[in-house]
């Protein structure tokens, strides 16, 4: 096989060795030597536009490109032969011509700051000084590399076009453009959405978008890729568009479970000026979503709580921590017990997860500790029984390659944007069948092979249509099946009640779309289902994961790569909480309270001798049993979705409350004492990501007033009410010793080891590399088990509200009329809502096409214009465009706006028509 | 003999003798003739023959490569040659049907003489003009002369025995020796050897391959491959189909640029006649070879000419070339193999099949085999689309073919003398009045400094400025230049510029240095053949009429007085806030 021989070439007189497939270029910067680039980005495909990279190869004619030349045996390549130099430099001297670059022609260049007067009178525009980018732009470097004389014959024009500062987050500006195409091919390559392309020709070449319409309707998902790969101050972020950054920080991004690996920027007066995604890293290669990319700035909040508040008649009063603990430990030694009640929000680290649920445990003798996240463990909890561990089973990057994948009920790209990309890269390249369940239109659907639009309610109805096609064609994986699991004669037999045509009619999906869903899914080599909740009432949760673990197990799709199953969990570290303990029935490493045993193991390990053994209450639960007083002190650490406003009159109940937040949120603000927390950027810690990546969070600033991280006040308070002992480590690096020590799972991590990729667990003797798709070898001590098929439960319409509104959201929509207004000196988009009817409801109604129509839910109202496309009786929907959910971030006066960004519920509704 | 094809031809000679009885009325009705209302003409000789109760079909052919003498009207009794009459009006419409309906001979309209039999009348023979003696017509055999939207027509001329032949009779192998034999070269502009080219593709994995037909042909001044879809696109149906056959591949596209809308409709209607008459399609003639044809369709943009430009156009997105490697052969449209062929190129490969390589290398001169299919603009005589066997000098084919400078223009007597030739298109360079003397084949022209590329040729007299042509041509390059790479797009946007300014007197003597700076910086920084070409028009010209650009620099003066009328002055050649496709604007 000579295809998958080193490839060893010459390179200046150096010997290099390539990979097969590489080019020149990237063999050379594996070996370290430099070929300067403009165009090329190591990660997308070689574009050759620059030629900047134009090398000499012996006994060849001409200059290549180093980026499209594929690297081969024996080459002689010289990077810059005087011909090679003198070409380069003709180059840049014809891109400088149309660059401003009057800073590099002054002999001041070092001496010479954005205030300064020029003493050469080089126009405003003309000055590198004043560009956001300078000393951070590649074509600067490369022309000081070049060594050139900057004496030129040509003449040089500046384009003079207008800045585009309307759009949200990121300005604009062509006129520094070199027309690379970095941002078009990353936006198109990498993300899939085209919404920025190359327009015009020749010399009148910029990028743009489609009609020279704004970001907002073009289909950007703003996302900053662009940004990011701009080599020029052509796109850069507004907020602190002209700061200098001192050090990059890596850490993980803290908005959602994905766990992005993000380099943050920080300046000389330690705030975070921007986030970079890491091109290195497994869970992201370099991809960050708009809340990760743009919604940073609330670590630099000058609302930040910045010392501990005490409640008094007058409202709060700072006092210092050391009271604080000393009032807290006071008051909580009376609720000891299943009275107290400790809720994490998602963004905890592990170690200070685990040390919250060490103190409940052991100091309060509770086990009503829970991560507080808007689904909990109804997202997984079945998935223990069936498969063993509630976690995703493989590598999210790594489903680019499958062949099948369903997402189920998940608005993926807004919520877990980055998760999306590889299965839009699949269905780029034309090799993943994406299969999109939701009765709502999310921006996925658009890139589905097949969309099933279930009535809503009717979801598990159409699993178990799915799951019984895949039985009744005989399309399950026998030998999978043989092996590894037990059940599936029950299960068939509960299959044989089921018709399937009866299923089709009642979900509102045609017979066809199950049947195909249902074969894609259980024949294709590769398939994974990555399913979320949403709009699932409550009462069936538990019905659609063992559903969803069925089809798994049925088609055969753990143990092998680019298949499994992914639990989109909503909260950041909410995988990783619950590892660490976080969980009313689970000790840390999901051992069960219940379990003599492991009470025994943990009383040893913890040195102590009376572990509460029952379970507690789950975090929904505990609201509820603040309600009834069941529940009556209790400390909540960090905001969550969750929190909403039936659950903070709950928390009102609470005798005592303490709340430890980084703004004095409405949540905060019903606690007795309120703690200031440090974000996630001002510690140090772990993250366990959906795919249970292991990833380091690193300080990248200092904590903010008085701040502190949870463990540091979890601890102080344990010192405070049990002052004997010792609880725990500060230092996050011993707390997760302390971790490894006494969870197997995580057992064989070395915390300086973490690097860009993290380490998926388990971890251990057996995998101590980690494991990137569980089950390879079967399940470990047990045959995965299948569920027996429920009845269906009673649909959500309710009298008083007879019909259900879908709300939907896409990148753009070119069927209807958009008008882009300035609200301010920003872009908002403006347009009629567009109403869609099932012709039947509209019949019935009374609705013709184009009537104005007030939709009213219990939570809002909405106006609109009728249209009878709608696909599902019973049901209207409207469909939103992303960019209205951006300008809302953008324009939001909430302290963390990524927190609660609008979601997409499904409600019941009233439709009235207007005359 | 394939027993389906005879059945076809069977039928296609007794539609020829049924025509042959009756009067026929050929209008020409390429790009040409319909430019100049020949329309008209066929709708009202349709019409005289219904009222009058004629037994006279009129139909349209394309073009018959006689462009000046469009709209051309050819009349054929039975066992009479034909009698064409040129430059016809409206006018003239009566006395053409006088002449059928009276059966006389008596002709009082323009008439440019007759073509295929003894002459009538003593009118003169078309065989005998230079126009057409020179002529050597392999590719171009039935423009003009047969009806391109009658597939039987096609086959009544021996057309599809090539296929039929190939497919029943020989291997791919075979077909592929035989067109090596022939020594069939491209004529896209590089002159790759056509065999080798396919022998390319045949070893690449299967199963989908494709092969792709340029019919971009976006030159000023070129019009062969558009020629010859519009007046005989079964030729380059049936070609396609034995390059499909000789390579193994299944697929192909027909890529005509958006707008040329005689050659897609009759390629089209081509297309679907021969899947009617299962000449394409799966199982072709009842063989085990299945080929699928198709015409797709690009908006106007010279660069997507190029081979890979092409290809991300097939596939729908901006024309603009990639890098290679990977070759075309290897990873082609939708990243499956390719073979791309001009129109002209695979327009040979019937007659080379049905009359065997030997033939067709016999004719042509050197390793230049076969004929060059000129396009003859500019200040000549005759313009029009003449095929000519390789061996003869460009001075002859300007001089006799296109009767060389006008030397009548509105009555008035001119005196005027051939200045320069630009060939191959505007990325060919200009050549001076010593370059007559040069043979028209692939190597001497290649020695002169001159490519053949797309066949086209404008010819200018001494009224012509250099610069304002040159200024023309590369103000077209720079227009055309897709935007991709930087030297083209940012060397173009300079070169205009300066030309500009030397043509409106405000060059200065810098100019001359600053020129070839950025000309060579294209020429070996570009990314494809529009950049690394580009500089050529301004380098032939500086070589040859070096004098000219002196006057204009040094005496401020257009030595012809022909750049102090230019209109059209480009004036887009950098972004500008104005146009509704930028931000802000």
């Known amino acids: 096989m000579q295809e998958n021989q080193e490839i060893k070439l010459t390179i200046d007189g150096k010997e290099v060795t390539a990979q097969p497939g590489q080019t020149v270029i990237q063999a050379a910067m594996d070996a370290g030597i430099y070929i300067p680039y403009l165009c090329y980005w190591p990660g997308m495909k070689p574009y050759g536009a620059c030629r900047m990279c134009v090398v000499e190869v012996e006994g060849q004619r001409g200059t290549p490109a180093s980026c499209t030349l594929p690297a081969a045996n024996g080459m002689v390549v010289n990077t810059s032969p005087s011909e090679v130099e003198g070409l380069r430099n003709n180059i840049l001297e014809l891109l400088l011509s149309e660059h401003p670059h009057g800073c590099l022609t002054c002999h001041r260049i070092e001496l010479c700051g954005p205030q300064d007067i020029c003493l050469r009178h080089v126009r405003v525009t003309d000055r590198c000084v004043v560009c956001p980018k300078n000393e951070r732009c590649e074509l600067k470097d490369t022309v000081r590399y070049s060594n050139m004389n900057m004496e030129t014959p040509l003449t040089y024009n500046y384009r003079n076009l207008p800045i585009h500062t309307n759009d949200p987050f990121y300005d604009r500006d062509y006129n520094l453009c070199i027309v690379c195409a970095r941002c078009v091919r990353v936006c198109d390559e990498i993300r899939g959405d085209s919404a920025i392309s190359l327009i015009e020709r020749s010399g009148t070449v910029l990028v743009g978008t489609s009609h020279g319409s704004s970001l907002l309707e073009s289909g950007c998902e703003f996302c900053g890729a662009c940004v990011d790969v701009c080599p020029v101050g052509a796109l850069v972020e507004r907020e602190h568009k002209w700061d200098k950054a001192l050090k990059t920080i890596p850490t993980t991004c803290t908005h959602c479970s994905v766990g992005c690996q993000v380099n943050l920027e920080v300046d000389s007066k330690g705030e975070v000026i921007r986030s970079i995604g890491n091109w290195e890293a497994k869970a992201n290669i370099g991809q960050l979503c708009f809340k990760g990319k743009f919604g940073m700035e609330f670590i630099n909040s000058k609302e930040r709580i910045k010392s501990p508040l005490l409640k008094d008649e007058n409202g709060y009063k700072e006092i210092s921590w050391d009271e604080a603990t000393n009032i807290i430990g006071k008051k909580l030694k009376n609720y000891s017990g299943d009275k107290f009640s400790l809720l994490l929000g998602p963004k905890v680290t592990n170690e200070d997860a685990y040390i919250a649920q060490k103190f409940s445990r052991i100091i309060m003798q509770s086990n009503n500790i829970d991560m507080a996240t808007p689904y909990g463990d109804s997202l997984v909890r079945k998935l223990e029984e069936s498969i063993g561990n509630m976690a995703g089973s493989g590598s999210l990057q790594e489903l680019e390659n499958s062949e099948c994948a369903i997402v189920f009920n998940a608005n993926i790209t807004e919520q877990h944007n980055v998760a999306a990309i590889p299965l839009k890269k699949g269905r780029q390249q034309q090799t993943l069948n994406l299969i999109v369940i939701d009765p709502r239109e999310v921006e996925l659907t658009r890139y589905a092979n097949i969309w099933l639009r279930p009535n809503p309610g009717t979801e598990n109805l159409l699993l178990k249509g799915i799951l019984s096609e895949i039985i009744s064609n005989n399309w399950q994986d026998d030998e999978f099946i043989n092996k590894n699991v037990t059940g599936f004669e029950e299960l068939k037999d509960s299959i044989n009640n089921i018709n399937i045509d009866d299923i089709s009619v009642l979900t509102g999906v045609p017979l066809e779309d199950i049947s195909k869903t249902a074969e894609s899914f259980a024949s294709s080599f590769s398939s994974a289902i990555l399913y979320s909740l949403d709009n699932i009432p409550s009462t069936q949760t538990t019905n659609t994961v063992e559903l969803i673990s069925n089809l798994t197990l049925v088609a055969g799709n753990l143990g092998k790569p680019y298949s499994g199953i992914f639990p989109l969990r909503s909260g950041t570290n909410e995988q990783g909480g619950m590892d660490v303990g976080c969980h009313p029935e689970f000790l840390p490493g999901y051992k069960s309270v219940s379990n003599k045993e492991n009470i025994e193991y943990f009383e040893n390990a913890w040195g102590t001798d009376n572990l509460p053994a029952h379970p507690g209450f789950k975090a929904s639960d505990a609201l509820t049993a603040m309600q009834s007083n069941t529940i009556q002190a209790a400390i909540l650490i960090g905001d969550s979705p969750l929190y909403n406003d039936d659950a903070i009159h709950a928390l009102s109940h609470l005798d005592f409350l303490v709340v430890q937040e980084m703004f004095l949120t409405d949540l905060a603000s019903t606690a007795d004492i309120i703690l200031p927390m440090t974000s996630f950027a001002e510690q140090n810690g772990t993250y366990t990501n959906l795919e249970r990546r292991i990833q380091k969070i690193n300080l990248a600033v200092s904590p903010r007033g008085e701040s502190r991280t949870p463990s540091q006040f979890i601890n102080e308070l344990a010192n405070e009410m049990q002052s004997s002992i010792q609880f725990s480590n500060e230092n996050p690096i011993d707390i997760f010793d302390e971790i490894k020590n006494i969870m197997d799972i995580y057992s064989q991590i070395n915390i300086a080891d973490l690097g860009n990729d993290g380490i998926q667990w388990p971890c251990n003797e057996e995998s101590p590399n980690g494991t990137s798709i569980m089950y390879e070898k079967g399940f470990t001590n047990k045959k995965g088990i299948l569920f027996s098929i429920d009845p269906e439960k009673a649909p959500l319409q309710s009298k008083e509200f007879p019909f259900l509104h879908i709300p939907g959201r896409i990148l753009f929509d070119p069927n209807t009329d958009i008008e882009i207004v300035l609200s301010g000196r920003k872009n908002a988009i403006s347009r009629e809502e567009a109403i869609e009817f099932h012709p039947d409801d509209a019949k019935s109604l009374s609705i013709a096409p184009g009537d104005s129509v007030e939709i009213s839910t219990p939570y809002s109202v909405k106006y609109g214009k009728a249209r009878l496309t709608g696909t599902l009786k019973g049901a209207v929907s409207s469909t939103a465009l992303f960019g209205e959910l951006v300008t809302e971030m953008d324009k939001s006066s909430d302290l963390e706006p990524t927190l609660r960004l609008s979601t997409l519920d499904i409600m019941p509704a009233r439709i009235k028509k207007i005359t | ?585």
């Open chain 2, 1 to 585: 003999m394939n027993k389906q094809f005879e059945i076809l031809r069977q039928k296609a000679t007794k539609r020829n003798e049924d025509l042959k009885s009756t009067v026929q009325i050929r209008v020409g009705l390429g790009i040409c003739g319909e430019s100049v209302g020949a329309l008209e003409i066929l709708n009202q000789l349709k019409d005289r023959i219904k009222s009058h109760d004629l037994s006279a079909v009129a139909y349209e052919v394309g073009c018959i490569g006689l462009c000046y003498a469009e709209p051309l009207v050819d009349i054929q009794k039975p066992g009479e040659p034909r009698i064409f009459f040129q430059n016809v009006t409206e006018d003239n419409i009566d006395e053409i049907i006088k002449l059928i309906s009276e059966n006389s001979n008596n002709f009082t309209g323009s008439v440019l003489g007759t073509l295929g039999g003894p002459s009538i009348n003593g009118l003169p023979q078309i065989e005998e003009m230079t126009q057409w003696k020179y002529q050597t017509r392999i590719a171009t055999r039935n423009c003009g002369t047969n009806n391109p939207n009658e597939i039987l027509d096609y086959i009544s001329t021996g057309g599809y025995e090539g296929l039929s032949k190939a497919i029943s009779t020989m291997s791919p192998e075979e077909v592929r020796n035989e067109v090596a034999t022939s020594g069939l070269r491209g004529r896209g502009g590089a002159a790759f050897p056509t065999a080798i080219k396919w022998g390319f593709l045949v070893n690449s994995p299967g199963p989908d391959k494709y092969i792709l037909v340029n019919c971009e042909e976006g030159d000023p001044g070129a019009y062969n491959d558009k020629g010859i879809l519009e007046s005989d696109p079964h030729t380059l149906i049936e070609g396609a189909a034995i390059a499909g056959f000789a390579t193994g591949a299944n697929k192909g596209y027909v890529f005509i640029r958006h707008g040329h809308n005689g050659p897609i409709e009759r390629t089209r209607e081509g297309i679907k006649q021969a899947y009617e008459a299962n000449l394409l399609g799966d199982n072709i003639l009842g063989s085990d070879f299945s080929f699928e044809l198709e015409v797709a369709l690009v908006g106007e943009s010279y660069v997507s000419g190029e081979e890979t430009a092409l290809m991300e156009a097939i596939e729908g997105k901006r024309a603009m070339p990639r890098s290679r490697p990977p070759f075309p052969a290897a990873v082609g449209v939708f990243g499956k193999p390719s073979n791309i062929n001009n129109v002209k190129t695979l327009s040979y490969a019937p007659e080379i099949i049905r009359k065997g390589g030997e033939w067709f290398s016999g004719i042509g001169y050197g390793r230049s085999t076969g004929t060059a299919i000129l396009c003859l603009n500019g200040n000549v005589k005759f313009p029009g689309m003449y095929e000519v066997a390789f061996g003869i000098t460009i001075g002859q084919v300007v001089e006799k073919i296109s009767g060389g400078a006008p030397e009548k223009w509105n009555g008035a007597t001119l005196h005027r003398t051939v200045k320069l030739l630009q060939t191959g298109g505007p990325l060919g360079g200009v050549l001076g009045r010593e370059s007559l003397e040069t043979l028209l084949d692939f190597e001497s022209m290649a020695a002169a400094g001159a490519i053949l590329g797309s066949g086209g040729i404008i010819v200018g007299d001494d009224t012509v400025c250099a610069v304002d042509l040159v200024r023309n041509l590369v103000a077209f390059c720079q227009f055309e230049s897709c935007g991709k790479c930087f030297p083209c797009r940012l060397g173009m946007t300079h070169l205009v510029e300066v030309l500009e300014r030397i043509s409106s007197g405000n060059g200065s003597p810098n100019d001359f240095k600053l020129m070839p700076i950025v000309g060579n910086a294209m020429a070996q920084g570009s990314l494809c053949g529009h950049g690394q070409l580009g500089f050529n028009p301004i380098s032939s010209a500086l070589r040859y009429f070096g004098e000219d650009f002196r006057i204009h620099i040094e005496e401020n003066r257009c030595p012809t007085g022909s750049c102090i009328a230019t209109f059209h002055r480009p004036t887009r050649t950098r972004p500008i806030a104005s146009s509704g496709w930028y931000p802000g604007s």
